[in-house]
């Protein structure tokens, strides 16, 4: 199993998972947590820049956890088999362990909105 994490500055989660393009790709075997890599991706493979029809590097995760997406977000995930799931926790390896405690806390999804304000967490802005 494989889990992506949104995480723009590299140390805490973060949202705006559609112009994301820091995520921590965590290896998951029988429950216990293995390797941990960063995948930075270009700005035209962000989920925001791409084809939802199309192949894109994170097609082979199972998982993805972020501080914030949108129900189209949500939906192109589950198009592709993978769970999309949006948490106020912001420390990355405490997210996984909950999630495969069954204990991530999950928000739920809010409207999208393009415009944000300055005390939000959005990967675009750091």
């Avoid at 590299?10 to 994301?20: F, L, N, S, V, Y």
């Avoid at 106020?88 to 393009?114: F, I, M, N, W």
Wanted: include cysteine.
């Amino acid at each position: 199993m494989k889990i992506a994490i949104t995480s723009q500055n590299k140390r805490e989660i973060t949202g705006h998972a559609g112009k994301c393009r820091k995520f921590w790709i965590y290896e998951v075997s029988d429950g216990k947590v293995g390797e941990r890599n960063l995948l930075e991706l270009p700005k035209e493979q962000s989920f925001h820049e791409s084809s939802a029809n199309g192949a894109h590097p994170l097609d082979d995760i199972n998982v993805l956890i972020s501080g914030g997406m949108g129900m189209g977000m949500i939906r192109r995930l589950e198009m592709k088999g993978i769970e999309g799931i949006i948490t106020s926790e912001t420390e990355p390896d405490k997210a996984v362990t909950s999630y495969l405690a069954g204990t991530l806390e999950r928000l739920v999804p809010q409207p999208h909105h393009h415009g944000h304000d300055d005390n939000q967490t959005c990967c675009q802005h750091s």
